[in-house]
């Protein structure tokens, strides 16, 4: 079972990793000496509403025991919890049904037979996990044998020992601890910290280990030397296979072909713009659309083929991150990826969309300390947010789903207005990201017409139809606007540098997009 830490420093941010690791992993562990002013009603109902089945670790760490605390107490802040306050949070997690608490073996045994006895009273499902780390070595396996022994006599449901590998032979002790285990009659976990125990972490769960920890690209790990849930997933995948786990760099260098990644892709004007692209750059390669049914598969599939890179696009922008092997800093940072670049079978995630929207925004006005609002509480919203701030600007959420919108402005630091209340507000510049005048609903607006004199620009992601009913009454309003057109272009311009180091013929693209959608019938 691979368990994925959720070891956030705030509830939003927990939050946020939840809704991620839910879709990939079987179990979620909450850290609740981690996670800053941690509610945990809201973090295991988050868990269960992401996925019914998955299984809630609750912990609350010693920091003796843990090497995210010794980096956490290294930087400003660290929680303090007594004894008294763990054990109320145990009782709580335990009333509110979590799948197992994790207790320390150094929490006494008095003090787990207690939790155990209020468990049962409550008649709660909870089981609950011994553990014994050990931040700096590997003691020998006669030691861990007799640590076992101790978790076993506490009436532990599951034993678990993490020790600290300093050489490779570290991790024989520690998965022949798990042989031993075998033998006996209670479910171990047992793994390695380190860079030197990563192989004890892929071998634990074929030697019997109970759980094992990865982690997710952008999320962090919970400890040193976790692997990513992908990783973890290709080598099972090869290790059952029987194939010879060939390390991805050894392949060839790939062919500049490329895919689109999406579902669905017929109507995506994506594979004509790069096409004449790359004829243009005399790029010998293609670019194809594929709607995907299998997400796993059709990554998998970017290594199989050797392709260049890919676009990804709805609905996979966010669900695309825990399959590759890292994230670029912007990506990781705004939750979404709308590129990959495939080096030598290393896949990594970028996203093109935040900077194609700046690019196009700054063409025309100045950001920095602008008041931006922004309609929507999506990808293209979060993109938008994402830029827009880090290039210095106030930004206002508005969207029609108040919470939704209400989680985006926490996650972003910003204001929040529901959309019925936009007629309250006035800015520099109002970017709607909504899809809202889309084709073919292209008599839709987002807002009435009556707030547009509220803003001096008005800019739309939507490019088709390039000219949407907002633009056309924001021109008749007397302001500035800016085309959903010019932030396609240039997000496509990003991709093709990303993917050949080349600049982008940016007018050509433009124009070969603007030709086509003025041709389009509506
Ligand atoms: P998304 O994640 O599905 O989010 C859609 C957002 O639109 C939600 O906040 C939704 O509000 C809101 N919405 C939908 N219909 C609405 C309506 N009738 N009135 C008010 N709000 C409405 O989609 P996305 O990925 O952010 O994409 C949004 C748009 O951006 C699409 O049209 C997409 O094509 C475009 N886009 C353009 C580019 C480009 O390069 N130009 C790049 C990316 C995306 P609720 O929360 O209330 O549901």
Redesign the pocket.
Known sequence: MICVSIAQKTQEEALAAIERSARVAKALELRMDVIGQGDLTELMEACRQASPDIKIIVTCRRPEESLLSVALSAGAARKTISQAEKMALFRQAATLGADFIDLELACGENAIKKMRAFIRRLKSPTKIIVSWHDLSRTPSLARLKSIFHLGQQTGADVVKIVPFARQPKDNLKTLGLLAYAKTQKIPLIAMCMGDEGKISRVLASFLGSYVTFATLPGVGQSAPGQLTVGAMKEIYRLMEKGESAARPELANPPQHNFVLLGNPVGHSLSPLMHNRALKELSIDGHYSACRVEDLSAAVTGIRGLNLRGASV??PF?TAVMEYLDSIDEDAAALGAV?TIVNERGILTGYNT?WL??ILAVKDRMAIAGKTFVV?????????AVYGLQKEGARVIIV???EK??RALAVRFGCSFYP?SEVKKICADCLLN????G?FP?IE?S?VPSSVLNHFEVVAD????PLQTRLLQEALAQGCQIIS??E??VR?GAGQIKLWTGREAPLALMRKIIQERLENLEF
Do not use: C, E, H
């Not at 309609?375 to 993109?383: E, F, P, Q």
């Not at 990201?433 to 809202?436: E, I």
């Open positions: 696009t709805i922008k709308n969309d194609g929207l309609l929507g509480a999506g990808g293209a919203a979060r993109a969207n029609r789903t939704k919108g959309l990201t909504t899809s809202a889309m609903d839709q987002p992601v939507i490019y088709n959903g057109l932030m396609f997000q």
